[in-house]
Structures are given as C-alpha cells and as structure tokens.
C-alpha cells in the first residue's frame, strides 16, 4: 500500500447548515470537490464554491458574489499530514478516530482547524473519512460577515446565524503505482 490517494467525488458528500430568523434551519451543499493523499501523507481537499447548492439558484448566485466572491477566491482548501503508516495499518473492516490539525483556506484567508475524524477502511484500495461531530465554521473567521449581512438584507431576514456547522463523507482510492 504505498502510493498515493483519490478523492472519489462522486460518492463523497460535503453538506453545511444555515439558520436564518428564530428557527428556520436548512440544509445545504457543495457539489464539487476533489482531493488526494500523497504517499508520504501530504492530504489536501479542494471544495468548489461555484457548485454550493442549496435548492434555491437566486440564493446559490448571490451567495457566489455577495459571500464567497468566487470570482476571486473558487475554491477553499483543506490541508493537513496524514500518518500513513496509520492508514497502512488498518485491515479492510476497521476503523480509527483521527485527532487531527488541519488549515482551511477560506475567502483569501487561512486559519487552524482541529477536529476528529473517523476513518474506516472499506477494501484494500478503498478507505472513507467521516467528521465525528459538525465542524464549526466561523465567519468572522474569513471575514464572511460582511457577506452574511448583505445576504440577509437582500432576503428581508431578521437574521442569520454567522456560525455554520458542516458535516462531510468523503472516500478515497488507492491509485495504482505504475
Ligand atoms: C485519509 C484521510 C484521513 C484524509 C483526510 C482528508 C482531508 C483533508 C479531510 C479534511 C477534513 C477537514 C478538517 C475538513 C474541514 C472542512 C471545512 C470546515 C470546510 C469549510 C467549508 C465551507 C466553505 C463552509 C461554508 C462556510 C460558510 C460561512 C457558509 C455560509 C452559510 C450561510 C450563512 C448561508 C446563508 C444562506 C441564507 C439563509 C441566505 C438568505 C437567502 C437569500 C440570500 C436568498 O436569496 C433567498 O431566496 C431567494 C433565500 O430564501 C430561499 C434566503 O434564505
């Protein structure tokens, strides 16, 4: 098992929560994403802004120009070290809770992000990582307030909570060594 990591796109699941007034709470979210695991461990995951879905498209192109600003800053970027020699460990069948420190780039600013995984290995070739609890997103974190503000104004909101909870599935290939 050395070699690197595929993200499969299509069978992973990227999902975020927003409440607006007292109780309306949705779910929604992000259609594409792609990300490796390089043989010494190096793991990045890259979340395309441009594909937030959140069934409604008058709010998915706002939140593209008044939120993100996708124009300037597509995508964000997960990165942190994996153990490999971890993954190698697991059989086909197991699982383990990862503690891990990772970075997110966000809207042209990056912050520290710690958080448990969990990580199952599906096959020899196929693993799936798993957020143990919602990982909590800040706004004000990525200067997205200013957005969230402009977002709940042109809706007519009351408010809308600048703290989002995101929960994810993701699987992950071995690729064939050449
Ligand atoms: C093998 C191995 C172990 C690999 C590991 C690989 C790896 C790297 C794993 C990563 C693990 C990890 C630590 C992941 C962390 C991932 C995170 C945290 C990513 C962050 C993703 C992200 C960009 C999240 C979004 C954050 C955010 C601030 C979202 C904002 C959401 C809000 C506030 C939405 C508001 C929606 C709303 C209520 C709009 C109002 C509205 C409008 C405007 C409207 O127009 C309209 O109708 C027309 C409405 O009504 C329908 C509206 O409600």
Redesign the pocket.
């Known amino acids: 098992e050395n070699g690197s990591?595929t993200l499969d796109s299509d069978s992973s699941y990227?999902h975020?929560v927003?409440?607006?007034n007292q109780d309306?709470v949705?779910s929604?979210s992000?259609e594409r994403l792609s990300?490796n695991?390089a043989k010494n461990g190096s793991?990045?995951?890259e979340?395309d802004?441009n594909s937030v879905s959140?069934g409604?498209n008058?709010?998915d192109q706002?939140?593209r120009d008044?939120?993100?600003e996708t124009a300037m800053h597509g995508t964000?970027v997960?990165?942190?070290d994996?153990d490999p020699d971890a993954?190698a460990q697991l059989n086909p069948g197991q699982r383990s809770t990862?503690n891990?420190n990772?970075a997110?780039q966000?809207h042209g600013l990056e912050t520290p992000?710690t958080?448990q995984?969990f990580?199952q290995r599906l096959t020899d070739t196929r693993?799936m990582?798993q957020?143990v609890s919602p990982?909590l997103?800040k706004?004000s974190d990525?200067s997205?307030e200013a957005g969230?503000e402009a977002?709940?104004q042109?809706?007519g909101?009351n408010a809308?909570?600048?703290t989002?909870p995101?929960d994810?599935v993701?699987y992950?290939d071995l690729q064939p060594t050449p």
């Open positions: 990591w990227f975020f927003s409440y607006k309306k949705e929604h992000f990300g695991v793991a990045v995951l979340i802004l959140t409604n008058t709010r706002r939140m008044m939120l993100f964000a997960v990165s942190m994996v993954m990862l891990v990772a997110l966000l992000l958080t995984l990580v693993y990582v957020n990982v997103v706004a990525y997205l969230i977002l709940r042109i809706a909101l809308i909570s600048t989002v995101v994810f993701l992950y």
